[in-house]
Each structure stands twice: as structure tokens, then as C-alpha cells.
């Protein structure tokens, strides 16, 4: 269908559209994309005005007349049921499908009663997946057989609310966000699906080496998944071998049990592990700038976007050995398999100029892979061999 431009018309689906997070870069920038091509609107729950979603990952989409269509969320599933919150904007969009040409689901798998394209950020569309990245087992097929079947009970009633079939997806032409994402989609469910790297909105590594701290940086959300006690372990075996290192930790810490945890970490390490809380745009810059390393902890990462964007700033990164991050390092002496083995690789990075030089140059490379550039070309292939496998079936 093609409306008053002459041009087809595009839907890029985000279940829920907020400031903050990797997944809106793939939406905002998929729609960018699609921009040059189609005439787009994204579908979304939220009220954030796409000019503060433009400032916020530097996209310009609302002078490339990109349309943002709303639907109202509940106050109650602000903070809390994620299943439940999806279902309902799947199930208030629906009825809008059928005046696109593509449907695209930029924030994993999606039904759409018709083939469309989808991009898979991480596994929590599938709870067993979800719980096997999170309680770390020897492999998914064990979590499967753990599933409480109240769980199942919830997401089969939010599948139905959403009105989705189980695999209606499967259909649809596949984005994977690293080579790790698509094996795991091939192992688990028989998907092949084309690896496109998610676009790292981040500064350029535009202040000099000598010119930064010896200290580390972690951003991110501030949950248990993410690790932030075996990152400030990590931190205090590099301290006790000598090294006068610090730890900042970017993003809001909850309210919670958690939370309180981490406050008392840092009431007790007395200055060197800092709580920043939610840092954004040119205070986040400053952090990443003016510091010479990185930290990530999660394992199973699907990506790792904030590794990706500390890399693009220049920092030297560490990683577990595990996830789709191990692609954004790739380099042994950058990925570790205990908070132990992370710190002796780091105290002899610390200690050896050279071999800084060499991480830095190979790190350079690396973030080239994630250029916004690489993702825009990425997107528009994707969206050019849906409309032609659509026109020769």
C-alpha cells in the first residue's frame, strides 16, 4: 500500500518506547533507516515525544517526517509486568497492520498475522531462555524443564490478551544482533537469521590517553544480572596488587534489597566505588572520556551495548567469557571466566604500556564493526529483501 507520496509505507513495533535503553537505538535508527525508503511510523505504549527520543540517541526523525504513534500505559504496569505491558500494545496496534506494506518488530519476536521482518535483541520473549541467561546453567534445555507453571500459565494468558499463536513469528524474515543471538536462534527454535550488529551511539575517543583517569566505568541498568558486586570484587583485587583504580557505576540503582546492597558496597569501599545513578548526554560523556577502562559482568549477553559504546570512547573493556560481547572485545587478555581471572589480566594490562597500545589499536578496529553506518546499510538490505522475497512469493 503506498499512501500520498507514492512511496510504501513502513510500521517499526517497540512494545514499549522509553529513553535509556539499546533496543530503542535499534528502533530509532531501524526507522531512520527505513526513512530513506518508506514512508515510516513507529508503534509503541509510552508518551515520550519523539524529539526527546531524538536528542537522546541522535536521530532526526522528526524532521525526515517520521510518524509516532502512541498507545496509553498503565499506570500499574509502569515498572512491572513487562509480559502483561507487551501483550496489551501488541494487541492495541494490531488492528493498524494492515495499511503497511512492512511490519517491522525492532525489539524481538512478533506476530504480526502476516510475514513480517523482526530483530532479535536478547531471549525474553522465550522464559526458559530468559531464565537460563539469568540463573546461568550449563545450557537452555534444562531451564525449559524447570518452568513453574504459574510462569507458563502468565505468558500463555498474555500471548491470548495479545491475541499471538505460539509461533507465528517463525514466519517472519530474522535480524540477529550478534553471532551468538543467531546460533542460539538456529539451536533453539531452527531460525537462521542474518546478523546485523546494533547501531553505538556514543562519543569518539577524542580525548587523549594521557589525558584520562585510571579508573573503570560500568553503565547500565543496575540489576542482579548485571553483576555490579563481582565488577567491584574485580576492582578491589586490582587495588589490593597496587593499583590506584577507582569504579564508577552509571544507571539508577533500585529501590530494592539490591539497591541497598550496593549502597553498603560503596559506604564501605570509602570513595573508590562510586553510585553515579542515571547519567545521560554530556555528563555520561565526561565518565566515559575522562576514564582509561571498562567493566561488563553479565553473562549472556545477547550484545552488550554499553560494552560496545565504551569501546567506541576508547576505553579498554573487560568482559565474561560468554554472551555476544565476547565478538565487541575479541581478544583473549579482554575476556575473563571469574572476577580472579579478570583482575590478573588486568593488573598486567596495568602494568604494560606497550600492550595498552597494542588493546587500544585493536580495539579501534573493533568498534568500526559497529559503526552507525554498518547498521543503516544493514536495515535498509533487510527491508529491500523483504519486499522482493514478499513480490516473488
Given amino acids: 500500500m503506498r499512501d500520498r507520496s507514492g512511496r510504501p509505507r513502513a510500521a517499526v513495533y517497540h512494545p514499549w518506547l522509553i529513553e535509556g535503553g539499546g ?23 509510552g508518551s515520550t515525544p519523539l524529539e526527546r527520543l531524538d536528542a537522546a540517541y541522535g536521530t532526526s526523525l522528526s524532521r525526515a517526517g517520521v510518524g509516532l504513534i502512541q498507545v496509553p500505559l498503565p499506570r500499574l504496569l509502569r515498572r512491572r509486568g513487562d509480559a502483561l505491558r507487551a501483550a496489551l500494545a501488541a494487541r492495541a496496534v494490531r488492528p493498524r497492520w494492515p495499511v503497511y506494506d512492512l511490519l517491522f518488530s525492532s525489539y524481538n519476536v512478533m506476530d504480526f498475522g502476516r510475514r513480517g521482518l523482526q530483530y532479535i535483541s536478547d531471549f525474553s520473549f522465550d522464559d526458559s531462555l530468559r531464565r537460563a541467561m539469568l540463573d546461568d546453567p550449563e545450557n537452555w534445555r534444562a531451564a525449559r524443564r524447570r518452568s513453574p ?7 500463555g494468558a ?3 490478551l495479545a491475541r499471538q499463536s505460539r509461533g507465528g513469528w517463525r514466519r517472519n524474515l530474522t535480524l540477529a ?14 531460525i537462521e537469521s542474518e546478523v546485523v550488529y546494533p547501531p ?13 583517569t585510571d579508573g573503570f566505568v560500568t553503565v547500565g541498568r543496575i540489576v542482579p544480572e548485571k553483576r555490579i558486586e563481582d565488577l567491584a570484587d574485580i576492582t578491589a583485587d586490582v587495588r589490593r596488587a597496587g593499583c590506584d583504580v577507582h569504579l564508577h557505576v552509571l544507571g539508577r540503582v533500585p529501590d530494592d534489597g539490591y539497591g541497598r546492597r550496593l549502597e553498603a558496597r560503596a559506604r564501605e569501599a570509602r570513595g573508590w566505588l562510586s553510585l553515579e545513578g542515571p547519567v545521560y548526554g554530556e555528563a555520561k560523556r565526561e565518565y566515559l572520556l575522562g576514564h582509561r577502562y571498562g567493566l561488563s559482568g553479565r553473562r549472556h549477553e545477547p550484545f552488550g551495548m554499553s560494552a560496545a559504546e565504551m569501546v567506541k570512547a576508547g576505553l579498554i573493556v573487560w568482559v565474561p567469557r560468554s554472551g555476544g560481547q565476547v565478538e565487541i572485545v575479541d581478544h583473549p587478555d579482554l575476556v575473563f571466566d571469574s572476577p580472579a581471572d579478570a583482575a590478573a589480566k588486568i593488573v598486567r594490562v596495568l602494568a604494560d ?5 597494542a588493546l587500544r589499536e585493536h580495539l579501534r578496529r573493533q568498534a568500526a564493526k559497529f559503526a ?19 513480490h516473488g512469493g
Fill in 177 to 190: 544482533n550478534s553471532r551468538w543471538s543467531r546460533d542460539l536462534m538456529a539451536e533453539a527454535f531452527g
Fill in 23 to 45: 533496543s530503542e537505538s535499534v528502533t530509532l535508527w531501524a526507522a531512520q533507516a527505513l526513512a530513506h525508503d518508506f514512508d515510516v511510523d513507529i508503534l509503541t505504549m
Fill in 372 to 390: 552507525l553506518s554498518g547498521f543503516v546499510e544493514g536495515i535498509r538490505w533487510a527491508g529491500e529483501e523483504f519486499r522482493e522475497a514478499c
Fill in 353 to 357: 604500556a606497550g600492550l595498552q597500545r
Fill in 200 to 212: 553505538v551511539v556514543g562519543p569518539d575517543p577524542d580525548v587523549a590517553w594521557e589525558n584520562r
Fill in 158 to 160: 498474555a500471548r491470548k
Fill in 149 to 155: 507453571l504459574g510462569k507458563r500459565l502468565y505468558l
